[in-house]
């Protein structure tokens, strides 16, 4: 058995693990899908960075954090995913990046077409929206089957590649915040390159718990965050984009400061957080130690499989993402099938049963109850999790 594997099912580990974070006392938290919890060293170093630049304010920061030091850090986030610093632009988080990479992107004519589905975030539909009013493209919105596989995605793709022959960019959600599905982006993005279409990939769920090579999954343009998965302060985040293709993405808005030929004029040139950033050495150096996005999504994906086993023994449960091991990771959404209001089935779980989580709507499969383990979740808390869920039923 690989070590990874055998380490996610180790709860003395994950104990001790768990020691290094501090947890308010209070409800069971299996909503650790909206940001990440910070070690507490990574708290102090955190807390120190910030009475430095308080107390050396801009000379540190225009002496040594924009010549060298902010460079360094860049560098560091660009080999979390294998690609050169000059691939990368830090950004606030995932929201900022994905809209910098749809507003900028630069090869849309007036009547083309844009393909945006269901699962996406918000955020990402709303932008997709606006290049219709502000490109005069037009957005065609599709929507997954359910019960998803890994054909029947490719296959809705296809179809709309083929029946929509004036598509040229996409998004494409990697981890949907809706149900945890995991999209076969590789596929999906070859079928895309086959009809001329581009990919701009959202991946603000998946660093940190998915392992992947942006380059074998055929992904020009992408962005994320360091807050969910990878343990690093609120509001830090970056985009990529393949250098071959730095001319497609505009500088942002007439953008400046840096040169037409340096991937940071895609971002508004800001003052950023920068004792957050700072501190992202020690995420980095904390991530990696206990063995990187492989470690940390074996264990969520453990944690993930010990509910929803139990959750298809009982009749009035839908689990909403399929077994099939490409497509789910820690994230899973269900829903109580007898029940009309999901919303008053959360309430449910918290108030009968301590257990935190959240309802999704919005996909076409229906609203739904989102269940995220975190990495200070343990297998009791998951237990507590599958008793509710068998009396509910
Ligand atoms: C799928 C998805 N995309 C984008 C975002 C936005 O990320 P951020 O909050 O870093 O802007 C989120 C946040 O939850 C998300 O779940």
Redesign the pocket.
Known sequence: MPDNTRRARDESFWRTFADRYDVQPGPINLENG?FGRMSRTVVEEYQRNIELINRSNSVYVRQRFEASDGLKIRAQVAELIDVPAEAVALTR???DG?QSLIRNYNRLQPGEQVLICDLE?D??KGAMRWLARHRGVEVIEIEHRHPASFDSLLTTYRDAFERYPRLRLMAL?H???RTGLVMPVQAIAAAAREHGVDVIL?G??ALGQLEFDLEELGIAFAAY?L?KWVGAPLTL?FLYIAPERLSDIDPDMGEMHFPITDIRARTPYSTPNIPALLTLPLVLEEHWAMGGAAAKGMRLNYLRNLWVRAAHELPGIDVLTPDDPRLYCGITSMRFAAHNDQQLMVEQLLNDYNLFTVMRSGAACGPCIRITPGLTTTAADMAQLITALTELS
Do not use: I, M, P
């Open positions: 909206y988080n995932a929201s994905l975030y955020t990402v959600t981890v949907t915040h959202d603000a769920h965050n807050h985040g």
